[in-house]
T-cell receptor, first 113, second 111 residues
Framework: GDSVTQMEGPVTLSEEAFLTINCTYT??????LFWYVQYPGEGLQLLLK?????DKGSNKGFEATYRKETTSFHLEKGSVQVSDSAVYFC????????????FGKGMKLTVNP | DAGVIQSPRHEVTEMGQEVTLRCKPI?????LFWYRQTMMRGLELLIY????????DSGMPEDRFSAKMPNASFSTLKIQPSEPRDSAVYFC?????????FGPGTRLTVL
């Protein structure tokens, strides 16, 4: 079945550091890919998404590019802030099939000033 | 738009008691999802509805758990009887199409 594998962390960075969170997936066809973020004590929020190969999703300085050839959707940010401290989840939704999101295990990021 | 609304936000109960969690999806969304999040097991999909009909309940842990969606604007997740291992944060999410929007969650503690 469909699955998502991502870095689990936890990861601690200093403010203004570069961030990469790796995410790879297994799925048939062309799934839609998502990054969700969960701030402490809150629900998950959609951070960005991409629905077809080579699409780039971006939001709040974060970017991820849908790479079909490597089945990857790595999340990047050039300069993290303390406010980016959260848990980040990579997820996919199958093309034309189940409505279910398949999530990775999540990665906790802490950014120190 | 108020977003997905869940109640209560926190629930503390004793083992054996019935617990009912409530969710109001975003107006116009036709799919609704119930998730459970724990440190040990991460985020698990329990059940989802499409147009008020349960489509996949394979994630419901056992018969003590039940979910209903009597109309497009309301859903409940019931645990009867509750057990300490049910302690978790329960999220409801709704969607119309590909994007899911999550509620703030209900933190359940079963003593």
């Amino acid at each position: 079945g469909d699955s998502v594998t991502q870095m689990e962390g936890p990861v601690t960075l200093s403010e203004e550091a570069f961030l990469t969170i790796n995410c790879t997936y297994t799925a048939t066809g062309y799934p839609s890919l998502f990054w969700y973020v969960q701030y402490p004590g809150e629900g998950l929020q959609l951070l960005l998404k991409a629905t077809k190969a080579d699409d780039k999703g971006s939001n709040k300085g974060f970017e991820a590019t849908y790479r079909k050839e490597t089945t990857s959707f790595h999340l990047e940010k050039g300069s993290v802030q303390v406010s980016d401290s959260a848990v980040y989840f990579c997820a996919l939704k199958s093309q034309g099939g189940s409505e279910k999101l398949v999530f990775g295990k999540g990665m906790k990021l802490t950014v120190n000033p | 738009d108020a977003g997905v609304i869940q109640s209560p936000r926190h629930e503390v109960t004793e083992m054996g008691q019935e617990v009912t969690l409530r969710c109001k999806p975003i107006s116009g969304h036709n799919s609704l999802f119930w998730y459970r999040q724990t440190m040990m097991r991460g985020l698990e999909l329990l059940i989802y509805f499409n147009n008020n009909v349960p489509i996949d309940d394979s994630g419901m842990p056992e018969d003590r758990f039940s979910a209903k969606m009597p109309n497009a604007s309301f859903s409940t997740l019931k645990i009867q009887p509750s057990e300490p291992r049910d302690s978790a944060v329960y999220f409801c999410a709704s969607s119309r199409g590909r994007d899911e929007y999550f509620g703030p969650g209900t933190r359940l503690t079963v003593l």
